[in-house]
């Protein structure tokens, strides 16, 4: 399915529940404020995060987890260097990809990408998963 389909899908849902017109100029304010959904793409990376979560806390399938590599175990794999900034965050790698259509969406790529973009205080390691998901719709919510 296309982007584009599933924000009608999501527009339409919308005016269903709320007696709105198609192009009513409301209609985002009707989606954030009074259903608080998120616009699809958000929703896209909050599924994303959760899953990058779930790897880093060993809740996810190895398949999976085996794909989020920390800059800091890659950094005491290649060098032992403890002066680098890269070792005191917690952001992932993110692998080169050839393909510029489908490479940047797969998961090995877009679950670091995402994750990296995420402020400090989401990848803090005490965070239970439903703190965490609640922070970041709050986090995603606050960027409009």
């Not at 709105?20 to 599924?47: A, M, N, P």
């Not at 990296?116 to 709050?138: I, M």
């Amino acid at each position: 399915m296309s982007l584009h389909y599933l924000v009608k899908c999501q527009c339409l849902k919308s005016n269903n529940e709320n007696n709105t017109k198609k192009y009513e100029s409301g209609l985002s304010r009707i989606l954030h404020h009074d259903l608080h959904w998120l616009d699809v793409t958000q929703r896209i990376q909050f599924r994303v995060a959760a899953t990058v979560y779930q790897c880093l806390h060993g809740m996810a399938p190895a398949y999976l987890t085996e794909l989020c590599t920390s800059v800091t175990s890659l950094r005491q794999q290649v060098v032992r260097r403890g002066g680098l900034r890269s070792v005191t965050t917690s952001n992932l790698v993110v692998p080169r990809c050839r393909l510029s259509t489908y490479g940047t969406r797969a998961f090995i790529v877009a679950g670091p990408v995402c994750w990296n973009a995420l402020p400090g205080y989401l990848k803090s390691a005490d965070l239970s998963f439903d703190v965490f998901k609640h922070q970041l719709k709050t986090f995603l919510f606050c960027r409009y």
